[in-house]
């Protein structure tokens, strides 16, 4: 089965769920794998009381025995502590005093079409799901894809280089991602990384939310992950639709992305020199993706994520009970969370390079895997014939 995964639960509710499918047998993969993951996801300059609130960790409820994967389906369950203050208003079973319908949607929230799609006076019904408290489930999804490439020498790590009008260069930033977990808006650079928390400080102070961009790096791929032969393998698509999934998200690029667009070609391909093992690259302007394939250089994916759209200097919206204007639905919410779509994009980024990898090398457990990849290293290493014959 293709590797692939899917989340359940509302943001208030009893619980966030992952099932992982396709997950070979035989993989190491302790809970302290996922939740260093979550914990990560849980930090970042700029977010709001919710995160005080919950301590992200899972619990395996299938697939994993004594420490090893077993071929079955992964499933995880991480508890929402916050549920317990939300039991009457978020409760499976109908409850006796139900909760005032919410009727005020938030302009650049899913909450107006959300509402028309699924036939709803109560906003609540679609803001618990479309919330980005979903993400820890997705997180918790590319902790497994994580520890599987990890076995072959793949690490995926991330930098934010912009908020607001706060940036430093995007190639510098994907260098240094490695340092980027020890600033609290993951900006690899000290100085910028205190100039990002100003600017979050002045939102907060107006009442308002920043974006920014994060850029996602993976080094250690094999050339050849996805492909060009059909339009639905081509492994960037698949990155920049995994990473334009995620909450906020509005545009993606690989490599230099849309800077590619202003200088000739000679200025932009990557050279191939000899290197010592296989054929390198004088330069990465690529994003480690020729042809929808990996290159066998570092895999450089950004993003951009727009402001958060809950602010408490709320904006003009109708009220739908009455079709009047209103003042748009205001809740607790984070001023920025750019920091932790970072890490959600490294989960995104792994869950499809796990994918791509499973794709070239899969089979149903660690050692037969293991083995197609040494033979694919060794070939690639000695040869460059036609080998069809
Ligand atoms: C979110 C609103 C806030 C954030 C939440 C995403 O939640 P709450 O309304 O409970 O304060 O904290 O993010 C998380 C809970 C999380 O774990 O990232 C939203 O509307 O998207």
Known sequence: ???????????????????????????????????????????????????????????????????????????????????????????????????????????????????????????????????????????????????????????????????????????????????????????PDPDVSERMKAEIQAAQRARDALGGEFVVVAEGCPPGLGSYVDWRYKLDARLAHAVMSINAIKGVEIGMGFGLAQSRSSEVQDEILPGQERPVRATNRLGGLEGGMTNGEPVVVSAAMKPISTISRSLRTVDLSTGEPARAFKERADSCAVPAAAVIGEAMVAVILAEAFLEKFGADNMTDIRASYEAYMQRIQRSFGNEWA
């Open 1 to 187: 089965m293709r590797f692939s995964f899917s989340t359940a639960g509302e943001s208030h509710g009893p619980g966030e769920v992952t099932i992982v499918h396709g997950v070979p047998a035989g993989l190491g993969l302790l809970a302290e794998d996922i939740n260093r993951d979550l914990a990560r996801r849980q930090q970042g300059y700029g977010r709001g009381g919710r995160q005080k609130i919950e301590k992200d960790q899972i619990e395996f409820l299938g697939g994993v025995r004594h420490g090893y994967t077993l071929g079955s389906p992964v499933a995880m369950l991480v508890r929402n502590r916050d549920y317990a203050n939300w039991e009457d208003r978020m409760n499976p079973a109908p409850v006796e005093n139900p909760p005032e319908p919410i009727t005020l949607p938030r302009p650049g929230h899913a909450d107006l079409a959300g509402m028309q799609k699924y036939a709803t006076s109560d906003l609540r019904n679609i803001l618990e799901r479309s919330s980005a408290r979903e993400t820890t489930a997705r997180v918790a999804a590319g902790g497994v894809a994580r520890k599987l490439l990890a076995e072959f020498g793949i690490q995926v790590s991330s930098a934010v280089y912009r908020i607001g009008g706060v940036a430093m260069d995007k190639e510098e930033a994907a260098l240094g991602a490695e340092k980027s977990d020890s600033s609290e808006v993951r900006c």
